[in-house]
């Protein structure tokens, strides 16, 4: 949160975001905090990401033991509700894992009538969640498994979360949807054609943004094997993204 409150310094259309903070980390009323302050210091560009905490090495870093799946549901539902009530203007909580009383969210979020909410959900429990309260909905792609297989999975999770939208009246085509892909299923930079085609299969099953790990981020140790072409990034840029763009327009 505090580099993205340095880029906002250093950016005029670049929209921020996490992906995703976990509630692990903060408490969801200072995560709410925290986001509504770069969200004001970027003039309205922030968007914050939160997941259910699924990530072991968080845990492990602040040497707790980790939560059963359903505390993780749990506590991710209150985590959302927390963030969601009081960048709306809610004063008090008071669920069995997060309580709050006194909150003040001040000056509020530029975005109204609060910061869009990205939320990470990949099974029922959390794609009901997700369906309630989303305005952009993430999943990943999984592991081991070929690209039809990981497309189908893909749109059987949206069909949960459209289910679940329309449960509680909401459109199901108001919430985006993004995935992210790593190397290790789909080697979307190792050309410009892989990265193409697989922008365009994910349009198919309805994914409008399509996230990746930057070449040098830690995880993506198959940049040292071939995994991104040099200068992949650059020219995804500036010739593969304005084709595509016009291509699903």
Not at 135 to 158: F, G, K
């Amino acid at each position: 949160l505090t580099l993205l409150a340095a880029a906002a310094e250093f950016t005029f259309r670049l929209r921020l975001g996490t992906l995703v903070a976990s509630p692990t980390i903060r408490h969801p009323v200072l995560l709410a905090k925290q986001a509504m302050t770069i969200d004001n210091a970027s003039a309205g560009r922030m968007e914050l990401g939160i997941g259910a905490a699924g990530v072991l090495l968080d845990y492990q870093v602040l040497g707790m033991e980790p939560w059963s799946k359903a505390e993780q549901v749990q506590r991710f539902l209150e985590t959302v509700e927390v963030v969601d009530a009081t960048l709306r203007g809610a004063t008090s909580y008071d669920g069995e894992h997060w309580s709050g009383q006194g909150v003040t969210m001040a000056p509020g979020s530029v975005q109204q009538p609060r910061l869009p909410l990205t939320l990470a959900a990949h099974g029922p429990k959390t794609l009901a969640i997700a369906g309630r309260y989303a305005d952009c909905w993430n999943t990943m792609t999984l592991r081991d498994l070929p690209p039809d297989e990981v497309l189908s999975q893909t749109a059987a999770r949206a069909r949960i979360l459209d289910d679940a939208a329309r449960e509680v009246g909401r459109d199901p085509s108001s919430i985006r949807r993004s995935v992210l892909i790593g190397s290790h299923d789909w080697p979307a930079l190792s050309s410009p054609q892989a990265f193409r085609e697989a922008v365009l299969r994910y349009a198919e099953v309805g994914i409008s943004e399509i996230i990746l790990l930057h070449p040098d981020h830690p995880a993506e140790h198959q940049v040292a094997h071939g995994y991104a072409a040099p200068g992949i990034v650059r020219q995804l840029a500036e010739e593969v993204l304005p084709a595509l763009r016009a291509e699903l327009a």
